[in-house]
């Protein structure tokens, strides 16, 4: 959001991984790196067990 390569104004669709593929996705409002506690997840999508 601080490069100004993410909208504001829209919900942002992250998708992450850790070690063998993309294993977790969260729909979040964005925030600026200044107001990091205002950034807002409104729904986990996928989020892997713990096995």
């Known amino acids: 959001a601080d490069a100004g390569l993410i909208p504001m104004d829209r919900d942002i669709l992250s998708i992450a991984g850790s070690g063998r593929g993309a294993d977790t996705a ?25 096995a």
Not at 32 to 44: A, G, P, Q, R, S
Request: glycine share 0%; net charge positive.
């Open 26 to 50: 969260v729909v979040l409002k964005p925030s600026h790196l200044h107001t990091m506690f205002d950034l807002y997840v409104k729904e986990i999508i996928a989020k892997p067990t713990s």
